[in-house]
């Protein structure tokens, strides 16, 4: 395990190095760009209220069922919001329409298809899940299943 | 929950009644979904020509207004299960968890 980690980072790093060598051209050729203030004052403000935010959230949050359900307060709708703001991420918002536009109707296959699984998902599984009050996969294979094999099955780890 | 009411559920004919028109309901909707979106991926592998038809002379091809059709129709889908999840099966559900607490004494 240890070697095998070892053998990663070097690996890792002379990555890191043949990347870097590799760059130093068009590192030496691009001009340096004009110090862009507002840039910077919104970033640090977007980082600020995401980390304000998580600071008072996580002062509310005692136990697990607070964490992933935010103590069963929260009405549907706003789980409905939460989740989709989840799922339009930048994968949907600028992977497909890249994907559009650069693919044309193929891209546009490949958004249905990727929206597809959801109802699939949602006719055959949503309420097994939430009848077993359990809230992550490895939580719901540890509790059908063999919970010491489950455990031992790195990906299922939580 | 003990094993007892566990029991008691699933001698219910309630339960049975539950499971099943809602497997039913499951597969249907599951059903429609695939044969939809396996019919177009099929029509795209293997007749492309029926997806390129041009509406009206306009940039508007069949093939994108059947994918548009595919992602308001599945929407109206999850409207449907979920309206009959909400209503009838959590109705029929508390229904059932109540009778069984008590137990037919």
Redesign the interface.
Known sequence: MHKTLVKLASGLVALGITGATLAAPAVEITQKQPLNIPAIVMFAIFVGLTLGITYWAASRTKTASDFYTAGGGITGFQNGLAMAGDYMSAATLLGLTALVFTNGYDGYLFMIAFFVGWPVILFLMAERLRNLGKFTFADITSYRLDQGKVGRWPPSVP | MSSEMYARIRKNPKFKELVSK?ER???T??GI??VL?FG??LT?AFNPAV?AIRLGGSYV?T??LI?FF??IF?WL??AV?VRR?NSE?DAVTTELLRESVKGPK
């Open positions: 809602r309901l499951a597969w909707l599951t979904v695939l979106f177009l991926f795209v997806l091809t093939g994108l994918g595919e992602f599945f889908l999850t299960y999840a099966f």
